[in-house]
């Protein structure tokens, strides 16, 4: 599959069949993502799959005020958990990537959909959650910060592949010379 291929199947699927996923199907994916670039190098974030019958507790927690009832059906979960800023000294220079830990937990999610794809699986970004929940879920005493959740499953059958829906891309896009 090409990168373009890859980028088109990509969708958030929130209809999942019965199969199970493989433990090592989810480390294969994680160790994949973490190949992503990150600010000074840092990689702030750890990752946790959940799954079997753990993935069934976990999904209340993606479904505060009655969010994504969909995740009723899904068979595992990436969580991402956010670790605390650090700075490096470059020479004399002190470099910190606390301002860019959302963006290295955006790319590194994006990294993971992507690698998830390619590997015949599907998943779907999640924003809304209770990280309370989750830190005690996971018995988690510090660093309770999970920016995101994925969930990961293989679609339905007969799942459709959308065409995508976005914002007319004349509007986004400006070329300056
Ligand atoms: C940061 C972020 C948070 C999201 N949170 C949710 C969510 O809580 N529930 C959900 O069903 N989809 C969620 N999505 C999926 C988006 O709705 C979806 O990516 C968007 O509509 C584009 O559709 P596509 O992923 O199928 O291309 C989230 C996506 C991102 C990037």
């Given amino acids: 599959m090409n990168l373009k291929e890859l980028f088109n199947l990509r969708q958030s ?3 999942f069949s019965d199969r199970p996923v493989e433990d ?10 973490t190949s992503a670039p990150s600010a000074v190098n840092l990689q702030p974030y750890n990752l946790y799959a959940v799954n079997g ?5 976990f999904t209340k927690y993606v479904q505060t005020n009655g969010a994504n009832k969909w995740a ?10 956010s670790r605390e800023p650090h700075a490096v000294m470059r020479g004399e220079r002190r470099v910190s990537n606390e301002p860019f830990i959302a963006n290295d937990v955006g790319i590194l999610a994006a990294y993971i959909v992507l690698a998830a794809e390619d590997m015949g699986v599907q998943t779907c970004i999640i924003g809304l959650r209770d990280e309370k929940g989750i830190a005690d879920f996971l018995s988690v005493t510090e660093n309770k910060k999970f920016p995101l959740i994925i ?10 592949v959308r065409d995508k829906k976005r914002r007319d891309f004349s509007l986004t896009y400006k070329l300056i010379k």
Avoid: F, H, M
């Fill in 13 to 15: 699927t929130r209809e």
């Fill in 24 to 33: 090592k199907t989810l480390e294969e994916i994680c160790k994949l993502a």
């Fill in 53 to 57: 019958e753990k993935a069934k507790q």
């Fill in 72 to 81: 009723d059906g899904c068979p595992a979960y990436i969580v991402i958990q």
């Fill in 151 to 160: 969930a990961v499953g293989y679609a339905a059958e007969n799942y459709p």
